[in-house]
């Protein structure tokens, strides 16, 4: 009777013991919980001279992203073609917008993909410099509306682990953000261009890489769950 006795203590001991380390939350990433990624771009500060902030909402596989640029500077290598020979310089004070998606996180990785729909407003400021450079020219102010789409990989290398670390992430993105309207009349303007000495034009910009709507970015930050 006694040794029975023992015998139920123990098991109920271990049944209560497993009980409450199964309440308790485990120490890593829990990816079906809500999280919240703030990143700051590498690419804005390191070659437009600008910044860049993003919020990344999850829960489950439901992602939704705001991102925020300003004071990012297209000019010397970054301007291509016409533009270049032109010698256009483009100042965005922003550029805007949200995205939606479905995102799946791979613990062996330790990593999200997400997919995303994206719409985004971009302010341009296109001015030409003078061919010492000491001067600019103000050509035009527009603002362009994209709607796109966007792949995100997000590595969070301390998925697994507790603390402070936890959180800290790399994030890379390509995304295709293709011109739907311009405040741009006609999508043009022509103006007298002293440094080439002839009337030019110059045609809505795009916003990718190149004058192309194709983008790609680098961030770091920390997701807070």
């Excluded at 295709?176 to 103006?191: H, I, M």
Aim: aromatic share 10%; glycine share 12%; hydrophobic share 40%.
């Amino acid at each position: 009777m006694k040794t029975c006795l023992q015998i139920s203590l123990a098991l109920a001991l271990v049944l209560g013991t497993a009980s409450a380390q199964a309440d308790e939350p485990a120490p890593g990433l829990q990816w079906r919980k809500p999280s919240l990624a703030v990143n700051l771009g590498l690419i804005q500060p390191l070659l437009l001279g600008g910044a860049n902030v993003e919020a990344d909402f999850r829960w489950g596989h439901f992602v939704a992203s705001y991102s925020h640029g300003w004071g990012l500077d297209l000019e010397g290598g970054t301007v291509v073609g016409d533009a270049k020979r032109q010698g256009i310089t483009l100042h965005l004070p922003y550029t805007t917008g949200l995205g939606v998606g479905y995102s799946i996180y791979t613990h062996s990785l330790r990593s999200f993909f997400d997919v995303r729909a994206e719409a985004k407003l971009h302010r341009f400021e296109v001015a030409y410099d003078s061919a010492d450079g000491a001067t600019k020219t103000d050509i035009a102010r527009y603002t362009t509306l994209t709607l796109g789409g966007g792949a995100y990989w997000t590595f969070v290398p301390f998925a697994a682990r507790g603390g402070a670390l936890r959180g800290l992430n790399v994030s890379t993105s390509v995304r295709f953000w293709p011109n739907v309207a311009s405040t741009l009349s006609g999508g043009e303007v022509r103006y007298a261009n002293a440094r080439t000495g002839q009337e030019e034009v110059h045609e809505t910009a795009r916003i990718g890489l190149a004058n192309s709507p194709v983008l790609v970015n680098a961030s770091v930050g920390y997701v807070f769950q």
